[in-house]
């Protein structure tokens, strides 16, 4: 398995269509370097309910999710395993819950991620004595067989959710959510919370768990527009403004770097695709930004600044994963002129010698992961992985005779 990278307008009455809804019913110093571990993302889109009388089938959901993916890795080097990403009939309850697991077993202290979720909202309120005490939201996963005031157990509580994904090991996790009635996750413990000027360092430094929703509390969220017929307003513009963004287009439009200072903070964004969205023509959605448990007043940061070595990695990695080998030696090649040493180098250099059947150079290189795994470094092999690699290489090249000194 190859390793996770270190590595979008005017809404006509007529064009909302269906909505997102049920229907029916300690800081570093200031001179210390920050680590800066991989950005991640994992998605879930859902379209097709199977339950139609419950849940109209909704027209963008997916392509939300693939194009929020897509442009996350095109322009920030993001690295989305499909195994992340589930659409449809994939996203069962149980099935987001073992992804959360998942990403529990594999994001480490440094990581930053996104998660994001395009698919049908709930709500469900409790009443005593006519008067509304509280309520619940709820993102509808596939299967479920009855609505949410009948069988809330079927659904997936948005503060559980948070609560789930606030416990995982990443630095920094961002949360979207374009749903109906999604802006429920900043009810409750869950505060709306203004940015700061905090420098770009302490932003990064500092833990963070942030939330980003398509619509209020009480709101229901487009499906699609005149402007993004293939998504829904929220991810349009948010997709598009990230687009402008990365691609330093000097067209006069706005983007979210609005000072232009080469890097996007979770706060830049929410202003950018909030004014947007809430300008847009029939708009009847206001997005909502806030911070969830365990925040420390950091932020995801991302960064517009180019890292030639990591274009030549991903482009090897992705090269190697089609099996086209030629542009694989020359992005390797272009990899290793820019960066000799370190666990990303070992590994191209591994894969090198993988399809060349190099046992000796093999064996050397998996020593080298090996070593950088024992220091602590992240390496783009599990450690069961590793050993198990090591182990086969170390066989291989006894039987061959071969010296891997």
């Known amino acids: 398995m190859l390793a996770l990278a270190a590595l979008w307008m005017p809404l006509t009455a007529g064009a909302q269509g269906v909505t997102r809804s049920n229907e029916i019913g300690r800081p570093a110093d200031k001179n210390d370097e920050v680590a800066v571990g991989r950005y991640v993302f994992a998605g879930i889109g859902i379209d097709n309910y199977q339950s139609v009388d419950l849940w109209k089938t909704l027209d963008n959901a997916v392509n939300d999710v693939d194009r929020m993916r897509q442009t996350l890795q095109d322009g920030f080097h993001f690295d989305a395993p499909d195994e992340w990403i589930l659409r449809n ?19 480490q202290p440094d990581d930053n991620l996104v998660f994001f979720y395009a ?18 939201g709820y993102i509808v996963p596939v299967g479920v067989k009855a609505p949410v005031e009948d069988a809330p157990s079927q659904y997936l509580e948005i503060d559980r959710l948070l609560a789930d994904l606030a416990g995982l090991p990443a630095r920094h996790v961002l949360v979207i959510f374009d749903s109906c009635y999604s802006g429920l ?7 709306t919370r203004g940015g700061g000027t905090q420098q770009a360092h302490d ?30 307003l929220f991810t349009g513009w948010l997709t598009e403004g990230l687009r402008r963004a990365a691609e330093g287009l000097d067209d006069g ?26 300008a847009a023509s029939e708009s009847r959605q206001t997005p909502d930004f806030g911070a969830f448990k365990f925040d420390n007043r950091g932020e995801l940061v991302l960064t517009l600044e180019t890292d030639p070595f990591e274009d030549a990695y991903r482009s ?8 086209k080998f030629e542009i694989f030696f020359s992005s390797t090649d272009d990899a290793l002129q820019i960066e000799g040493d370190g666990p990303r180098s070992s590994y191209l250099r591994y894969l090198s010698a993988r399809i060349d059947d190099e046992l000796a150079l093999s064996l050397v ?23 198990i690699e090591l182990r086969r290489a170390e066989r291989q090249c006894q039987k061959a005779d071969c010296e891997a000194d």
Request: no cysteine; glycine share 10%; charged share 25%.
């Open 185 to 191: 996750a900043l009810d409750g413990s869950f505060k």
């Open 365 to 387: 290189s998996l020593r080298e992961l090996s070593a950088f795994a024992e220091a602590g470094d992240t390496v783009p092999l599990s450690a069961g992985e590793l050993m």
């Open 119 to 136: 698919g049908h909202g709930a709500e469900r309120a409790t009443i005593f004595d006519g008067e509304i005490v509280s309520r619940t």
């Open 89 to 107: 009939e994939e996203a069962t309850s149980s099935a987001i819950r073992r992804l959360i697991d998942d990403l529990g077993r594999n994001l």
């Open 316 to 323: 090897a990695l992705e090269a190697f994963q089609e099996g």
């Open 203 to 232: 932003l990064r430094s500092r833990r963070s768990r942030r939330v980003l929703t398509s619509a209020q509390a009480d709101q229901l969220a487009a499906d699609g527009g005149a402007q993004f017929p293939n998504n829904s």
């Open 253 to 278: 439009r706005p983007s979210p770097d609005a000072d232009d200072d080469g890097m996007i903070t979770v706060t830049e964004l929410f202003a950018f695709v909030s004014g947007r969205v809430g």
